[in-house]
């Protein structure tokens, strides 16, 4: 762990160092290595919407595949440029970090003003394309050979080999933080054992804003004055690093195809792969 994001104590062999975090900008992870960047993502989804209108006009179809932007108050939609795109990348990769399965919510800088309410100002992408039988089967074609199995969206965490590592939070060190987190968050007058709880029952219909914007406030003072999040950071990266090491040679070949794949270098089959049909459920 880069410990210069951060003071750090230590915490064990195993363990290596806890950083301490307060601000969404600090939380890293060795996984996010073998992302994408912001703009390779952009780019991917550009090669990848190209080669399926360049895939509906080889096969006589005259539909095309694009994004728009939707006004999330109005639902008003425009086109989407580049920009745009960049602009909803980041603001994903953010909203990543921000909320997970480990730690729930971590925004100190939104969580005054917005609560657990996820800002929208930038507005929603949207990839709008025609229901019809050409564009299905070369959505279908170039998704085969995308990086992460998806043309013209962001590449996720998600679309790493098996999905990428996945949470731990039964881990004894982590339960600990939470215990403190929990406690904390008693003493400030709310009763929640989880992080999980806490945005769960402040994100469904009928939650009074004030009451959650009270209660995320007091979520993330908490989280920054117990390190949750460093201890969580600390942990999630042990087993990610132990995930990375048993997967190589998938991270390596998956690179190798976002670089063919940048460069232009795929073929696009002419048919669209025959997947399985899910195995039945037992009766």
């Not at 750090?8 to 062999?13: E, K, L």
């Not at 096969?59 to 745009?84: E, F, H, K, N, Y």
């Not at 998600?158 to 339960?175: T, V």
């Amino acid at each position: 762990m880069d410990s210069s994001r951060g003071g750090c104590v230590s915490s064990g062999a195993c363990f290596g160092c806890v950083p301490t975090i307060t601000t969404l900008e600090q939380v890293a992870l060795p996984i996010y290595s073998y992302m994408p960047t912001v703009e390779q993502t952009v780019a991917l989804m550009v090669v990848g919407q190209n080669l399926v209108n360049e895939c509906v006009t080889a096969d006589d179809g005259t539909g095309r595949s694009s994004w728009s932007i939707m006004d999330s108050v109005t639902g008003q939609t425009r086109l989407a440029d580049v920009a745009d795109v960049t602009a909803y990348v980041e603001f994903e990769r953010r909203l990543d970090a921000a909320r997970s399965g480990l730690w729930g919510f971590f925004d100190p800088a939104s969580a005054t003003q917005n609560g657990y309410r996820i800002p929208t100002e930038q507005g929603i992408l949207v990839l709008s394309t025609p229901t019809d039988a050409i564009m299905e089967s070369c959505y279908a074609r170039v998704d085969s050979v995308s990086p992460g199995g998806t043309a013209a969206w962001p590449f996720s965490i998600n679309s790493l080999p098996e999905a990428g590592p996945q949470w731990r939070p039964d881990d004894s060190r982590y339960e600990a933080a939470v215990k403190r987190w929990s406690d904390c968050m008693a003493g400030l007058g709310f009763d929640y054992s989880t992080p999980i709880d806490a945005i769960g029952r402040n994100t469904v219909y009928g939650v009074d804003e004030a009451t959650a914007r009270a209660v995320a406030a007091a979520d993330v003072q908490c989280k920054i004055e117990t390190n949750l999040v460093g201890v969580a950071v600390a942990v999630e990266s042990a087993y990610e690093q132990i995930w990375i090491d048993e997967h190589r040679d998938e991270l390596a070949a998956q690179q190798r195809q976002i670089a063919d794949y940048l460069a232009g270098r795929v073929t696009v089959p002419d048919q669209a792969p025959v997947t399985e049909p899910p195995t039945p459920l037992p009766s």
